[in-house]
Structures are given as C-alpha cells and as structure tokens.
C-alpha cells in the first residue's frame, strides 16, 4: 500500500454527497478510483476547484455503479454511452468516466491495479496513480476547459517520483502532446526544468526531428490524401470548423482513433450548444 501525501478531511455538509457516494460504491464493491481535481489534490495539496466529483472505472463496471447509485436513491444517467455516466441528488453531482471524450485513453484494467490508497472525507477509496492522471488531463486544451496547468502542477509535486516509461507508455503514439507539457514545465518552472529526464527530452525532441520528414507516417493523413488534424484529440470545440469544413479527418475517428462518427454525433451536437 503506498502511503498517500494528504487526505480529504471528514466531509461538511457541502461534501457529505461525496462521501455517500464512495460509501455507496464501497458497499456495491465497484472497482473505481477517484479522478481529476480531487485526485489532483491527493498529490499537490492545491485546494480542488470544482463543481463535482470525478470517479473513473473501466467501462464493463459502468452499470453496476449506475445500479448501485440508483438504488441509492440517486437520479442516474447513462450521459454520452461511449464515454461518461452521470449520478445527482440534488445540485450535486458524480462523473463516472470510463473514456475520454476525446476517445485520446480508455480506463483501463492496469489503471485500476496502479491506485493509490486514501482518505477522502473520512471514506477508505483510491485515487488515479499520478502518471495515468497527468495522461488523463494532458488532452484537455479547451478554451473553457484547460488542465495543462494541473499537469505542470503534479509533474511539480511528484517529478522526482514519476514511472517515466509508464507515463511514456501512456502517450503512445501520441507522445508529442506529452513532450509539449514537458517543454512546457521547464518554462513554467525554470528552476524545477532538471527534474524532467534530460535523456528522455533529449529522445523525444530527436523522434521529433525525425518525424518532420514528409515521409514519416506520424505526418500522413487519409490513405486518399486527405489531410489529418488531431486538434480534435485535445479540444471539444477548438477544431470542429477543421473537421466539418475545411476537409480534415477527424483523429478521434477510426483507423486513427477509438470512436466511430455515430458514437460521436450526439456529443459534438452537445458542445455547439453550449451543453456540456
């Protein structure tokens, strides 16, 4: 068991809803660790700004939580099928994500092995080991919503610390969104830039280098020539008008992506609404 730098204390009136609902999850025994600013706040000790609580699972646990919530006597709904379940009392709320909107990760088996054991609000619950947290929040770049700055923020508190080959196996082929963070830090934090691997921006700026080439299958659209953009992969809304427009593929679509159109439509109907 690893030992966790902070914990939650127990709730207050505000925060008994989020207690009840680890209790809830606890009881039905769902296999879930909780997730974003929360999560974040287990690492960095910065207070969490939100308006509710994030728990991730794998997608074949989603019904028994939505099950178990319901029974709980709480409002639930399967909200966008391929990638977030929502639960509510009142005014407030659960996330329960099993994919990014992106389709950019999937919670996976292993995310779940790698937990780290807390106290939150006086409730026994895990939350998201830092590596696949910094990975679950790195492709947020919206104008309305950007974690690049809780990024920077856990690569500060837990640098010295980090599984550098797990996180970069995390990227995948999508290493270049982590290098940007990486870069990023060393900006934000000059005197802290020594603690990113100097071997490992030194391998991933080269890869860089090499995959300028015309040639390189990173830079190659479409098998008919159509351009790729995978500004969709790190924004909601950002690159839409690339998409439906200026005759983009889509990254978040298949061969290049997890999700299909279909998947996608009512979600992308959501965010020109507003209604996200």
């Known amino acids: 068991m690893i030992e966790p730098k902070q914990s939650i204390n127990p709730p ?85 994500i099993f994919r990014a909107a992106s389709g950019l990760w999937e919670v996976e088996p292993e995310w779940l092995a790698r937990a780290v054991p807390v106290t939150m609000w006086g409730v026994d619950t895990q939350v998201v080991a830092p590596e696949e947290l910094i990975w679950s929040m790195a492709g947020l770049m919206d104008r309305e919503r950007y974690d690049g700055n809780n990024v920077l923020h856990l690569l500060q508190a837990e640098a010295t610390e980090l599984d550098w080959p797990r996180l970069l196996e995390l990227a995948g082929d999508d290493w270049p969104l982590l290098l940007s963070h990486l870069t990023l830090f060393g900006y934000v934090y000059p005197d802290l830039a020594s603690l990113i691997p100097k071997d490992l921006i030194a391998r991933l700026a080269l890869r860089l280098v090499n995959q300028q080439a015309a040639d390189s299958p990173f830079n190659q659209g479409a098998s008919n020539g159509t351009p790729l953009c995978r500004g969709t992969l790190i924004s909601n809304k950002q690159y839409l008008e690339d998409v439906e427009e200026m005759g983009y593929a889509d990254a978040r679509i298949a061969p290049w992506g997890r999700l299909s159109r279909e998947q996608l439509a009512p979600w992308v109907q959501a965010v020109k609404r507003g209604d996200t």
């Open 12 to 96: 207050d009136d505000a925060n008994a809803f989020y207690a009840d609902v680890l209790e809830v999850l606890n009881d039905s025994q769902v296999n879930y660790m909780v997730a974003g600013s929360f999560a974040s706040y287990t690492y960095t000790g910065r207070v969490p700004d939100t308006k509710d609580l994030d728990v991730f699972l794998c997608p074949e646990e989603v019904d028994d939580a939505l099950e178990a919530l319901k029974d709980a006597g709480y409002e639930t709904e399967l909200t966008y099928g391929y990638w977030i379940a929502k639960a509510w009392r009142g005014n407030s709320f659960v996330d329960l």
